[in-house]
């Protein structure tokens, strides 16, 4: 079954400590996403990723980290987070010129 | 500075009436409209989108027209089932299609069909 993975799908953390969202999709595309989703704002890019090794900033990067050293992972990192990060994350990702294809989400809170 | 708006948050309708979801967007340089629904729990899914150069793409129930003076699309649901009530995203992007610029979305629109 084609699918996006995302782990955890909710976390509850504290200001500072270190966090990593995993990202995986087995349909082998190209381009990966990361988007965050708050009330009254839709969802709004953090970062993307064209293939392997090519990354970019989306409309909203401060404050997270990606990589993509394969093709089908594509983490989200947020090396200090805080309070202003506690979203409803998606990881969606596409073959080239194909609507994208978004995992479950992950609700995280920062307290 | 949002660039794609839904300037209605909630829209309720009658099962078997016409919905209407309405986006307007700000950026003349969007060639590219895609609906995502989204129901709770769930990630967003693609329901339809629309190029340019069209001004009206048909999916069954669903249309999507194009009006790029007024820089406005809306979506059309005919007839309304219980089963479309959910959060309806628009989406656009730039240059080059879903797969090479950002998707810049809208604030989306909840809607609710009632039997």
């Known amino acids: 079954e084609a699918q996006v993975t995302q782990n955890p799908r909710y976390l509850i953390t504290v200001t500072g400590k270190k966090l990593t969202v995993t990202c995986s999709q087995n349909?082998?595309?190209?381009?990966m996403s990361w988007y965050r989703q708050d009330p009254g704002l839709g969802l709004r890019q953090i970062y993307y990723?064209?293939?392997?090794?090519?990354?970019d900033k989306g409309d909203v990067p401060e404050g997270y980290k990606v990589s993509r050293k394969e093709k089908r992972n594509f983490p989200l990192i947020l090396e200090s987070p805080s309070p202003n990060q506690t979203s409803l994350y998606f990881c969606?990702?596409?073959?080239?010129?194909?609507?994208?294809?978004f995992g479950d989400g992950t609700r995280l809170s920062i307290l | 500075d949002q660039q794609v708006k839904q300037n209605s948050p909630s829209l309720s309708v009658q099962e078997g009436r016409i919905s209407i979801l309405n986006c307007d967007y700000t950026?003349?340089?969007?060639?590219?409209f895609l609906w995502y629904k989204k129901y709770p729990a769930e990630g967003p899914t693609f329901l339809i989108s629309?190029?340019?150069?069209?001004d009206k793409n048909e999916d069954g129930r669903f249309t999507v027209f194009l009006n790029k003076s007024a820089k406005h699309l809306s979506l059309h649901i005919v007839p309304s089932q219980p089963g479309d009530s959910a959060v309806y995203f628009c989406?656009?992007?730039?240059?080059?299609?879903?797969?090479?610029?950002?998707?810049?979305f809208g604030q989306g629109t909840i809607l609710t069909v009632h039997p």
């Open positions: 969606a990702s596409t073959p080239l010129n194909q609507p994208q294809h």
């Open positions: 950026n003349s340089m969007f060639d590219y």
């Open positions: 989406a656009a992007s730039g240059p080059g299609g879903t797969s090479y610029g950002k998707l810049t």
């Open positions: 629309i190029s340019s150069i069209k």
């Open positions: 990723s064209m293939n392997v090794e090519v990354t």
């Open positions: 349909m082998n595309h190209e381009y």
